[in-house]
């Protein structure tokens, strides 16, 4: 989709397609001569690891909707009608419910690659935008697909997350629980909002999709950052796509089929909460509702707000704020390993986040016990959320203002190879 | 670029490495000998006791004569207040499972009624107002001992004894949790906790009061294939049955699981050889 062109119809037909539809050409540009910097490493592999996760939730998905009854009385009974049932019906089911748990731990190494790298710096701030879209998106389509087989975790998180909405009564009194009802097609979590739940599940992930699709466009426009977070200077400093990144990208998903397959067969509900092998019961509240986890660091921040609206708040800007962080950081230097005052900063933040998981997967009320001194969860998770907004928005800025980077190397090529770049990257 | 390869590819191994370890730390979490009362919360499930099972780990598939004792049990006692519904009698003749012949399967079928269709007069229900019978097939799903949910509650004083079908699976701890629950009934309370009025003391269980009596003694039953039947015997055999009824696949996932961890395995080692191969004139 950038600079010119180097294809060549082979053939009387492609050459009679190019005119009229370019859409050979368009591959060829986009997948197989696309110039990308020859220092990616094995962090980059996951943009093409997501596009496996979805292309998977999205095979098996269609397939279990062919089997699956999205009604309050048959949903349960449908979904263990393809376990027991269906031909290969346990496995699609497994692999599309651990798919996700992998989709999710693939995009949270794809988001902290981008911000280690300075993916989302200038000119790649659209990129990124649309970036944390997905993301969103991400999340939606994975609340309401848990809705879906109608177990008691099912029916109680979808009670709570829905009830957010109502916090909005505090701003404009009744318009929250209007909005809620509105969203139930009722007064409680039933039957209508399954059925909602089920269409809004299967639209969703065509809209990521499509905005895959302009993450994509808006990627080759600028092209790949890099690890070293400095321009392409040249040809040297590229390798197309193809064969190049190609094999390397099908190796590492080969890789992350094998931990994939390992947890569908052999550990297919490690990541599952075991309640949701219960029917709903509108009567009966389990005790410790907790969403899955690759939502627990969001209910953590939710819950560390004794208010809430402003968990709430807090929770929905702690996802705005990823998307302004273009505009945040104030450095010039892309990548962190040329920044070393804020790269200590950065990995307390990964660490952060994976103890606001933590806090979230634990009731609420929990203490830690450490030589004697009793920590309320509570306060640990009150600072975790502070860091998490104090790393964005006062780290973030004010460390770019202060911080003396190290020299960037002169280009691509020269850091690869060494002194005599363009001799050495004849291909 | 070299370290950041082997890197990646240190994570990726480590990734898998992790992986297989949680998997096998997270089946050995228990003790075995008496618990201490005292020491814990009151009312809070004891960790599940440490059994084990011949479906753990990669290679583990069901025991088929486990799965018929436990079979026995789960029709002698538990589903006399019990429902299965998701499990189709016919269910016990698969491979991978109870392993019945059909011709057992057929007499295990025959030894259930369940509600006949109408009959050639259209009706459902004979004089009485009972419903009309017929024998089960194998077709059939186990009948429930209860006509619905308030007839069990009014059998049970106010409780409803679960379905069976998915217990294994939704119970925390799995088929562990039911072996520690049927066999650990014999504790005393801790002073100052009271069992409540026509509950049951089992520290295994959530709250520590449950409803459900005592279900299993040294011969409940009498195993057809001459297994002495300790209370012990009848627990695990009970829990092996109840955890295949709530994943009857296992057998067939771990089978496929094999051949396609070690297809990934071959398919990842040609990759890694293309990948330095075309990567080689670069660097």
């Excluded at chain 1, 909602?196 to 466009?217: E, T």
């Excluded at chain 1, 990548?335 to 997967?361: D, E, K, Q, T």
């Excluded at chain 2, 009698?89 to 369940?114: M, N, W």
Aim: glycine residues 8%; hydrophobic residues 45%; positive net charge.
């Amino acid at each position: 989709m950038a600079g010119h062109s180097d294809y060549t119809p082979s053939n009387g037909f492609s050459r009679w397609l190019d005119t009229r539809l370019p859409i050979l050409r368009f591959a060829h540009d986009t997948m197989i001569s696309f110039p990308t910097p020859r220092n990616l490493n094995f962090w980059y592999a996951f943009g093409a690891i997501l596009t496996f996760c979805l292309m998977m939730q999205i095979i098996t998905g269609i397939v279990l909707a062919m089997h699956y009854v999205p009604s309050s009385t048959l949903a349960f009974d449908s979904v263990e009608k393809i376990m027991r049932d269906v031909n290969y019906g346990w496995l699609m089911r497994y692999l599309h419910a651990n798919g996700a748990s992998m989709f999710f731990l693939a995009v949270y190494v794809h988001i902290f690659r981008g911000l280690y790298y300075g993916s989302y710096k200038a000119p790649r701030e659209v990129l990124w935008i649309l970036g944390v879209i997905i993301y969103l998106l991400m999340m939606a389509t994975a609340f309401l697909g848990y809705v879906l087989p109608w177990g008691q975790m099912s029916f109680w998180g979808a009670t709570v997350i829905t009830n957010l909405f109502s916090s909005i009564d505090q701003i404009v009194p009744h318009a929250g629980t209007a909005i809620t009802t509105w969203l139930w097609g009722g007064y409680a979590v039933g039957g209508p909002t399954l059925n909602r739940f089920f269409s809004l599940h299967y639209l969703l992930p065509f809209v990521i999709l499509g905005v895959v699709g302009l993450h994509i466009w808006a990627l080759h426009v600028p092209g790949n950052n890099n690890p070293l977070g400095i321009d392409v200077k040249g040809p040297q400093d590229t390798v197309p796509f193809h064969p190049y990144y190609t094999v390397k990208d099908a190796f590492y998903i080969s890789l992350f089929a094998l931990l994939f397959a390992y947890l569908v067969f052999f550990k297919p509900n490690f990541v599952a909460n075991p309640d949701n092998y219960f029917p709903a019961n509108p009567l009966q509240t389990p005790p410790h509702i907790v969403p899955e986890w690759y939502l627990l660091p969001f209910y953590a921040m939710l819950r560390a707000v004794p208010q809430k609206l402003m968990g709430v708040i807090v929770l929905f800007g702690a996802i705005v704020t990823l998307a302004l962080i273009p505009w945040l950081d104030t450095s010039r230097v892309r990548s962190l390993r040329f920044r070393p005052m804020l790269r200590p900063f950065f990995w307390v933040l990964v660490a952060n986040c994976i103890l606001l998981g933590y806090l979230g997967s634990k009731e609420p009320q929990a203490v830690w016990v450490i030589g004697g001194a009793h920590i309320e969860l509570l306060w640990v998770a009150r600072v975790a959320t502070l860091y998490y907004y104090g790393f964005f928005w006062l780290i973030l800025p004010i460390v770019g203002l202060i911080e003396h980077p190290l020299p960037l190397p002169e280009s691509i090529s020269k850091a690869v190879l060494g002194g005599d770049a363009g001799v050495a990257a004849a291909e | 670029m070299r370290i950041a390869q082997r890197l990646g590819l240190a994570v990726g191994a480590g990734l898998v490495v992790a992986a297989l370890w949680a998997g096998a730390a997270s089946t050995a979490t228990a003790q075995n000998s008496q618990p201490d009362l005292s020491k814990v919360t009151k009312g809070e499930a004891l960790p599940v006791k440490d059994v084990s099972f011949s479906f753990q780990g990669m290679f583990g598939v069901y025991n088929k004569a486990a799965l018929q004792r436990g079979f026995q049990v789960y029709k002698e006692v538990c589903s006399a207040c019990h429902s299965m519904n998701l499990v189709a009698i016919g269910d016990l003749g698969e491979r991978g499972g109870p392993d019945f012949t059909p011709a057992q399967v057929k007499a295990i079928a025959a030894s259930y009624k369940v509600p006949a269709g109408p009959n050639s007069m259209g009706q459902t229900t004979d004089a009485n107002g009972q419903p009309l019978m017929r024998t089960a097939t194998p077709a059939d799903h186990f009948p429930p001992p209860f006509a619905n949910v308030e007839a069990a509650r009014f059998a049970n004083n106010g409780a409803v004894p679960p379905d069976m079908s998915l217990l294994a699976k939704a119970l925390h701890g799995g088929p562990a949790r039911i072996y520690s629950i049927v066999t650990g009934f014999n504790l005393k309370p801790p002073p100052g906790f009271k069992v409540a009025p026509g509950k049951f003391f089992n520290p295994y269980f959530p709250g520590w009061n449950i409803s459900m009596p005592p279900p299993l003694t040294d011969g409940s039953v009498t195993y057809t294939d001459g297994t002495k039947a300790t209370l012990d015997q009848e627990a695990h055999d009970v829990a092996t049955f109840l955890m295949w009824c709530a994943e009857p696949k296992l057998d067939q996932r771990k089978r496929i699981g094999l051949e396609v961890m070690i297809f990934l395995v071959v398919l990842s080692g040609l990759l890694y050889a293309s990948y330095r191969r075309v990567w080689r004139d670069i660097h």
